[in-house]
């Protein structure tokens, strides 16, 4: 049931995200190839190449094996399979921590490159500078306060964020210098539900939750977690709407067998020398 792409450009903007503070909360979805975004295009209000595609399709440890490379191949994926939703690309780590000059070209390059809306990065007061200069390049930008996974190695593992006062008051600063460095919107992941529910009060950008709080503006879901393709662990804050691990194991098994007892192809899989209505 492919979905046909929408003739007229009509995406949504991050300015437009930014408008719905407040409102009917904020649908979003990562996404990383072409078909899937065809298939969530219609569905969400934005789409995000994540780079936790390094984990989900190229089987990496963590997230810091996605290069901006590979952000840009995937960022040129998803806008090619979607007409509607905004599309943010992540800057990968590596790419943007060291200066604001790093973080601007590394932007203005997955823009170029995709024709993305937006680009994601992750960290609060220590990175409001490179988020303030990408702005101030005229490219918008989402943060990621929270967990982050890409410092999941120097916090030793995955941590829930916001458990202890000094932990609220960071994210809380975190939560602000997003905000003044002029953020569209935060991602806010792994954190404490009534601390993300508290900034969320507190900021006037919209906050989108991932193992946060249903008071967000926004929630955002890995689209493999949500459609039961994962095969490792899935987090807790991942609710299965499906379950795709059964689905493809069992065509498979199918498959197999029908190959192995010589049943695929049947007769309305091959081609005859004389009937050329039946061309693939
Ligand atoms: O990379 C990613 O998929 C993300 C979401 C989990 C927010 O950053």
């Known amino acids: 049931m492919a979905t046909k792409l929408p003739t007229t450009d009509i995406r949504i903007s ?45 089987g990496h440890k963590t997230t810091l094996g996605a290069s901006l490379e590979m952000m840009i191949a995937h960022g040129q994926a998803v806008m090619r399979g979607s007409a509607r939703a905004c ?3 992540d800057l ?21 490159e995709t024709g993305c809306q937006a680009v994601k990065l992750e960290g609060g007061v220590d990175m409001s500078k490179q988020i303030a200069a990408i702005v101030a390049a005229g490219i918008p930008v989402m943060g990621h306060i929270g967990l982050q996974p890409q410092s999941v190695e120097k916090d030793g593992g995955y941590k829930i964020k916001g458990r202890t006062e ?11 210098a997003v905000e003044s460095a002029g953020a569209f919107s935060v991602v806010i992941e792994g954190t404490v539900e009534t601390v993300a529910a508290d900034i969320t ?14 008071d967000c503006d926004g ?9 039961g393709l994962t095969v490792d662990r899935v987090p807790k804050f991942v609710k299965e709407y499906a379950d795709l691990r059964s689905v493809i194991s069992n065509a498979a098994e199918t498959y197999a067998a029908e190959v192995r007892s010589r049943t695929f192809p049947g007769p309305g899989h091959v081609f005859s020398a004389t009937n050329s ?3 693939a």
């Not at 990562?30 to 989900?56: F, I, K």
């Not at 790093?102 to 932007?107: F, K, N």
């Not at 000094?166 to 602000?176: C, G, K, P, S």
């Not at 009060?201 to 249903?214: D, K, L, M, N, Q």
């Open 87 to 89: 599309v943010v690309v």
């Open 166 to 176: 000094e932990a609220v008051a960071a994210l809380v600063r975190d939560a602000l």
């Open 219 to 227: 929630q955002i879901l890995v689209i493999d977690d949500m459609v």
């Open 201 to 214: 009060r507190r900021i006037a950008i919209p906050t989108i939750g991932i193992g946060a709080s249903g």
């Open 14 to 58: 991050a300015g437009t995200i930014r408008r719905r503070k407040g409102g009917t909360p904020i649908v979003c979805l990562t996404a990383y190839t072409y078909p899937v975004a065809r298939l969530l295009d219609e569905h969400v209000d934005l789409l995000l190449v994540g780079d936790s595609v390094a984990m989900v399709l190229h």
């Open 277 to 279: 209505r039946d061309d």
């Open 92 to 112: 990968p780590a590596g790419t943007y921590e060291d200066s604001a000059a790093q973080a601007v070209a590394s932007a203005r390059r997955v823009v170029e």
